[in-house]
C-alpha cells in the first residue's frame, strides 16, 4: 500500500507527478539550491544559479566552488592566494596571476 500511495497522482494538481517521481526528484533539486541561493552574494548569484542549475561549463563550476569555498568573501585576493595546494582545483582557480 505504501509503494501504491507513493506512485498516486491523488491530490496532485498542475500537472505535478506523485512524491518519489521525476517530478519531485527536480522539486528536490530546486529547493535544495534555493535554500543555498539565500548565502550567496548578489554579484555572484546568477553565475552560481546556472552552474547551480547544471548550466555547461567547466569555467563557471571552478570560478563558482572557489567563491564558495572561500565563503564569498574577499574573494580575488583570498582565492588569487589560496594556500590548499592539494585541491583538485588549485591550478584552475580563477584570478591568479602569472606567477602562480
Same mark, same amino acid.
Given at each position: 500500500m505504501g509503494i501504491e500511495m507513493e506512485?498516486?497522482?491523488?491530490?496532485?494538481?498542475?500537472?505535478?507527478?506523485?512524491?518519489?517521481?521525476?517530478?519531485?526528484?527536480?522539486?528536490?533539486?530546486? *529547493?535544495?539550491?534555493?535554500?543555498?541561493? %539565500?548565502? %550567496?552574494? %548578489?554579484?555572484?548569484?546568477?553565475?552560481?544559479?546556472? *552552474?547551480?542549475?547544471?548550466?555547461?561549463g567547466l569555467r563557471n563550476a571552478v570560478n563558482s @566552488?572557489?567563491?564558495?569555498?572561500?565563503?564569498?568573501?574577499? *574573494?580575488?585576493?583570498? %582565492?588569487?592566494?589560496? *594556500?590548499? @595546494?592539494?585541491?583538485?582545483?588549485?591550478?584552475?582557480?580563477?584570478?591568479?596571476?602569472?606567477?602562480?
Amino acid at each position: 500500500m505504501g509503494i501504491e500511495m507513493e506512485n498516486s497522482a491523488e491530490g496532485h494538481s498542475d500537472g505535478d507527478q506523485a512524491p518519489g517521481g521525476p517530478a519531485r526528484a527536480s522539486y528536490r533539486a530546486r *529547493t535544495e539550491v534555493e535554500a543555498f541561493m %539565500v548565502g %550567496v552574494p %548578489v554579484k555572484f548569484a546568477a553565475t552560481y544559479r546556472r *552552474t547551480m542549475e547544471g548550466a555547461p561549463g567547466l569555467r563557471n563550476a571552478v570560478n563558482s @566552488k572557489c567563491r564558495e569555498c572561500v565563503n564569498f568573501e574577499d *574573494t580575488v585576493n583570498r %582565492v588569487r592566494n589560496c *594556500t590548499a @595546494k592539494r585541491c583538485a582545483l588549485w591550478s584552475y582557480r580563477p584570478y591568479q596571476t602569472g606567477d602562480a
